[in-house]
């Protein structure tokens, strides 16, 4: 279930940081604090998809920047890739970004051929500044 969140829980932090952690990408929870506060702020946008149980398999954070926007963070569980839980984040943040009058959506992509290939096939493309890629709504 993908659902967005205007409040983030110590335990969702936590299922969070713990999903990020596994692909080396340095967070703490004081990390999370500052996620927490952008979120419940409304500075930055959250999607989360949980099991019903409530352990977190994926998430995507954005932050709003006026006609457009950049996703900070997309991970999904290792052990769920390619399942469309990362496309589902992705195009539930899309729509968002729609509704909102975004027309563009910017990202610095991990490096990996599988994140660069993710956004590739989601319409991503390099904008000319380095890492950056872009997608116009």
């Known amino acids: 279930m993908i659902r967005r969140v205007s409040c983030l829980g110590i335990d ?9 952690g596994v692909f080396g990408y340095e967070n703490t929870l004081t990390d999370w604090a500052a996620v927490k506060y952008r979120v419940e702020s409304g ?26 926007t950049e996703v900070e963070a997309l991970f999904v569980n290792n052990d769920l890739h390619r ?14 970004c729609v509704e909102m009058g975004v027309k563009k959506i ?25 890492r950056m890629l872009q997608k116009t709504l």
Request: glycine share 14%; charged share 20%; net charge positive.
């Open 12 to 20: 969702m932090a936590r299922g969070c940081r713990d999903i990020a």
């Open 43 to 68: 500075l930055s946008v959250m999607f989360v998809c949980q099991y019903v149980n409530g352990d977190v398999k994926g998430f995507l954070v954005g932050t709003d920047r006026g006609n457009n």
């Open 83 to 96: 399942r469309g839980i990362g496309t589902a984040l992705l195009m539930a943040y899309e729509n968002y």
């Open 106 to 130: 910017k990202l610095v992509p991990r490096e990996t051929k599988q994140a660069r290939a993710f956004y590739a096939k989601h319409g991503y493309v390099w904008s000319g500044w380095g």
